[in-house]
């Protein structure tokens, strides 16, 4: 595991793209696993400063998100499919037909789990950006997840849904269920780039680091996987 502690939200952002552009010039029609939340939004702005100073194209490659939150309108703001547009894909030329994201709105919850489960398995997914919960999530795997889980409902712990209350105008507004990739699938992505930031994440970050490997912090299931990068602020890195 290899553990980077970024001085500024610029150098967190950059540090981070670095580890994409690698990939993505590489590979063009890479497939690149992403995240939403506040974590990732600087890694965000620099794929989209450098593909309008650059013209690094995105035209083929293919992605993968972690979540969607179930019942939520699709043109709800704090959809996830509303928040990758907003902050991604409306400003790079990624092709729409390639971008995966679970339909929180399927009448059928247990097929469209099986249907993203199948989109998965075929894919063989470049890196993996992660996000940790302050309960150690990693997706909307929340404490207590196996290891082995595929895409799946869940109903979030009243932890998260507090959490992400600071996105929505009230907590009684923030969905109670999401479907989630599962922590087997996640493992599955050839590298794993773990992005951390904020004081309230470092109890967490300590424990997928330096805790026992336990379903009790899912992030600490990052430990079993042979390539994985953690860039982190010095509040995150605190405890290490
Ligand atoms: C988002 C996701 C979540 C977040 C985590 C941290 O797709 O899967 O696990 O990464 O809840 O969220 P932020 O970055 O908002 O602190």
Redesign the pocket.
């Known amino acids: 595991m290899k553990i980077v502690i970024a001085r500024s939200e610029e150098e967190f952002g950059k540090l981070a793209f670095a580890e994409i552009k690698e990939i993505v010039y590489r590979d063009p029609a890479c497939t690149l696993g992403l995240?939403?939340?506040?974590?990732p939004i600087p890694l965000y702005k620099e794929m989209v400063k450098d593909h309008q100073e650059n013209g690094t194209s995105y035209a083929k490659v293919k992605t993968f998100n972690?979540?969607e939150y179930v019942g939520l309108p699709k043109e709800h703001p704090e959809s996830?499919i509303s928040f990758m547009t907003r902050n991604l894909f409306s400003h790079v030329d990624i092709d729409m037909k390639n971008v995966n994201i679970p339909n929180g709105l399927a009448s059928d919850i247990p097929a469209e789990c099986a249907r993203y489960s199948a989109l998965l398995e075929k894919a063989s997914v470049d890196v993996q950006v992660?996000?940790?919960?302050g309960n150690g999530?990693?997706?909307?795997n929340e404490p207590n997840t196996p290891f082995d889980s595929k895409t799946h409902q869940v109903f979030l712990t009243q932890k998260t849904i507090t959490d992400n209350a600071r996105f929505f105008d009230s907590v009684d507004q923030v969905p109670k269920s999401a479907l989630t990739m599962g922590i087997g699938e996640i493992m599955k992505a050839k590298k794993l780039l773990m992005l951390a930031t904020g004081k309230n994440k470092a109890d967490a970050v300590y424990n997928m680091i330096k805790g026992p490997v336990t379903t009790a912090c899912p992030a600490s299931a990052l430990q079993n996987h042979p390539d994985v990068v953690v860039i982190l602020d010095q509040a995150a890195a605190a405890k290490l």
């Open positions: 995240a939403t939340g506040s974590t972690l979540d996830y992660l996000g940790i919960g999530h990693i997706a909307f």
